[in-house]
């Protein structure tokens, strides 16, 4: 069998780092964390010299799984509303059940990165930039063409992303069930700006 290439075995080595240090505190020191993963201390500093270094490798990871999996439900959708929606809707599919990990990596970047962290967030945001551009486009497009209402395209996709990063965190931090809110934006927010 062949082996894993090294960009594989890097990425599973920062999920595997990131299950400890979320289980274990990020204060951990490298020495325990490399106990953790059953890995030489050199071997881990070799692919990761800091803990941000283990913590953005698999946030990037896991935002570059979540675009594949959310672009393909959006893509099954036409009107740029219904794609919004799935936008929404797709994020928090695929995050389902593993809420705190996403909230644990965002936390864990901002205490972990230092100068470090708008190269982070750059990286992060990057993953996401194309997805909004699309959907923004699409939008204006549907303005254009009649089959949305007059509206802000920009603020629309932005106030979409703030509740799609807030319901995750409402989610761990208090089990919130999503389906009535998906509903309502739904049919309070989204569907009215379809024509």
């Not at 979320?22 to 010299?49: C, I, N, W």
């Not at 036409?78 to 990990?101: K, Q, S, T, V």
Request: aromatic share 6%; glycine share 4%.
């Amino acid at each position: 069998m062949a082996r894993p290439a090294e960009h594989e075995k890097r990425a599973e080595l920062a999920r595997d780092a990131v299950e400890v240090l979320q289980r274990e505190g990020v204060e951990l020191s490298m020495a325990a964390l490399a106990d953790a993963l059953g890995v030489k201390r050199p071997t881990l500093l070799y692919h990761f010299p800091t803990k941000a270094h283990i913590v953005e490798t698999a946030l990037v990871e896991l935002l570059v799984e979540q675009a594949a999996f959310v672009m393909a439900r959006v893509a099954a959708e036409e009107h740029p509303i219904d794609r919004l929606y799935a936008h929404m809707r797709a994020i928090h599919a695929f995050h389902h059940g593993r809420e705190a990990r996403v909230v644990f990596l965002t936390q864990a970047i901002a205490t972990t990165a230092g100068a470090r962290l708008p190269d982070i967030l750059q990286a992060g945001e990057a993953v996401f930039e194309a997805q909004r551009h699309d959907i923004v486009a699409r939008i204006r497009a549907g303005i254009r063409a009649g089959a949305v209402q007059p509206c802000n395209p920009e603020a629309l996709f932005a106030a979409v992303r703030a509740l799609n990063d807030g319901l995750l965190v409402q989610r761990v931090m208090s089990g919130t069930p999503l389906e009535p809110v998906h509903a309502f934006v739904w049919e309070q927010m989204l569907a009215p700006l379809k024509r």
